[in-house]
């Protein structure tokens, strides 16, 4: 399964919403669909798992959704410590993981 | 608290070997799965491989089958992998993270291996 993201960056205001695509090459269970955020020099952190459930911590700007083979990241209201890149994942048979191409929400 | 700690990473030849550990603190360890994940330079992050808690089975991407081979002290709380062979296309931070999928959760801060002469 190929997941595709889009738009490849996205230039964006604090206080704006964003909003991030990840398609699927084929369906995929919603369960198996997380979203993480990586900063530079930093390692992913986990943001939403099955979909639309935040990981411990996350705070509520964030929402995922989605099914089948589109799936969808929201940020209400971008903080400045928002911008960052951002990975769709999903786990499937074989290969057991595989990751977007990512989304980098930039400052305007 | 959780913790991953990956460590072994440096520069190495074309046909190298290299050997990078990952300690694991603040839960269960054996109660697991572990997963190793790479990111090249300014590039996408790739799953690599994934290792079941008791380490009875061990699934690599294509992309490693038969060069890299990843190992788990259970007693020591430590994750290992192996990489052998190695290719300048093997440059990247390679990530421990907790979990196989769906999720993994938390991830280590990484260490870099550079493959060049």
């Known amino acids: ?108 | 608290q959780v913790q991953l700690v990956e460590s072994g990473g440096g520069l190495v030849k074309p046909g190298g070997s290299l050997r990078l550990s990952c300690a694991a603190s603040g839960f269960t360890f054996t109660d697991h799965y572990m997963s190793w994940i790479r990111q090249a330079p300014g590039k996408g992050l790739e799953w690599l491989s994934y290792i079941t808690s008791s380490g009875d089975n061990i699934y690599y991407a294509d992309s490693v089958k038969g060069r890299f081979t990843v190992s788990r002290d259970n007693a020591k709380n430590t994750l290992f992998l192996q990489m052998n062979s190695l290719r300048a296309e093997d440059t990247a931070v390679y990530y421990c993270a907790r979990g196989a999928g769906p999720i993994f959760d938390p991830w280590g801060q990484g260490t870099l291996v550079t493959v060049s002469s």
């Not at chain 1, 198996?32 to 943001?47: D, H, M, N």
């Not at chain 1, 990751?99 to 980098?104: E, I, Q, R, Y």
Request: aromatic share 10%; net charge positive.
């Open chain 1, 1 to 108: 399964i190929v997941l595709t993201q889009s738009p490849g960056t996205l230039s964006l205001s604090p206080g704006e919403r964003a909003t991030l695509s990840c398609r699927a090459s084929q369906s995929v269970s919603s369960t198996y669909v997380a979203w993480y955020q990586q900063k530079p020099g930093q390692a992913p952190r986990l943001l939403i798992y099955a979909a639309s459930s935040r990981a411990t911590g996350i705070p509520d700007r964030f929402s995922g959704s989605g099914s089948g083979t589109d799936f969808t990241l929201t940020i209400s209201r971008l903080e400045p410590e928002d911008f960052a890149v951002y990975y769709c994942q999903q786990y499937g048979s074989s290969p057991p993981g595989t990751f977007g191409g990512g989304t980098k929400v930039e400052i305007k």
